[in-house]
């Protein structure tokens, strides 16, 4: 079965760092590509960023560029998100997926985790 599991969200003030993990499982070899997204009460589901699991190749959104780095352990199934410098309008629900194409646009991929919360807040 095809399962995607997040972890790793929680409370932290701004300025504060998290490092989520998306651990998948179950996915055929051309579901390559993991993304992370992230949504907010009455928001679209926005792209945070993205990696080829097969070369590394990465995307990020331009409100996290310099402050957030994605990356793998292709050995554990792992794909990391971690975030630096926090910031407020950080805070969201932060989802993981996978689908077959390099890219921050959701619609691309078609299996998704159950998310994990993360608030910035003093």
């Known amino acids: 079965q095809a399962q995607l599991v997040e972890s790793g969200g929680g409370l932290v003030q701004p300025g504060g760092s998290l490092r989520l993990s998306c651990v998948a499982s179950g996915f055929s070899l051309d579901y390559n590509v993991v993304g992370w997204f992230r949504q907010v009460p009455g928001k679209e589901r926005e792209g945070v960023s993205c990696?080829?699991?097969?070369?590394?190749?990465?995307d990020y959104a331009d409100s996290v560029k310099g402050r957030f780095t994605i990356s793998r352990d292709n050995a554990k199934n792992i794909v990391y998100l971690q975030m630096n410098s926090l910031k407020p309008e950080d805070t969201a629900v932060y989802y993981c997926?996978?689908?077959?194409?390099?890219?921050?646009?959701?619609?691309?991929?078609?299996?998704w985790g159950q998310g994990t919360q993360v608030t910035v807040s003093s």
């Open positions: 990696i080829s699991t097969s070369d590394g190749s990465t």
């Open positions: 997926a996978t689908g077959p194409k390099l890219t921050i646009w959701a619609t691309a991929y078609d299996y």
